[in-house]
């Protein structure tokens, strides 16, 4: 569901945007892989003294931020997990979260470095988690807004189809989903 709410989103954007570009990165079939010591250990390689290995452990990092700098809108199709994001989003947002190339540290704290970016979360579950007893088991769009405003990413609207799973609603949430989506 998440991913026809993310298509949804993208049809509306580009009825909004004549001619824009996509770009579409499918976490579930191309994956970054789980950080491990190789990847820590090239992000703090200065890129004079990198080896071949750390060439290669890098790559998917930097591949994945020139996508996000080179985009001015980003789509993120969050599809609900355990009450979180999939490990697939989780290692994604590992190699774009990168001191000193997306965030640094100054003098007043954390900056970050991608600005002037729209991103549209478009998450989908069995449940209903936008408010109601069960809020507090959302740790999808609270988590991506955060880690997303501390890289710089501060415009960031969240569409949903939720009760995809409920008997009364899972019939119209699709529907009531894509309804709700506005491109300003």
Known sequence: ?????????????????????VTEH???????????????????TPAENRSAENVEAIRHSDEAIAEIQNADIIVIDVP???????????AWVDHIARAGVTFKYG????????????VYLAIASGGIYSDGPMQAYDFAAPYL????????????????????????????????????????
Do not use: C, W
């Open 107 to 118: 003098e007043k704290g954390p900056e970050g470095l991608i600005l002037n970016k729209k």
């Open 80 to 90: 609900f997990y355990n009450f979180g994001i999939p490990s697939t989003l989780k």
């Open 145 to 184: 807004k955060s880690v997303l405003g501390f890289l710089g990413m501060t415009d960031v609207t969240v569409f949903r189809v939720e009760g995809a799973s409920i008997p009364v609603v899972k019939d119209t949430a699709l529907e009531k989903g894509i309804e709700s989506i506005l491109i300003d």
């Open 26 to 44: 499918n976490l579930a079939q191309k994956q970054f892989p789980h950080l491990e010591e190789a990847h820590l250990a090239a992000f703090f």
């Open 1 to 21: 569901m998440s991913i026809k709410l993310g298509n949804a989103v993208i049809e509306k954007i580009q009825q909004t945007y004549p001619g824009a570009a």
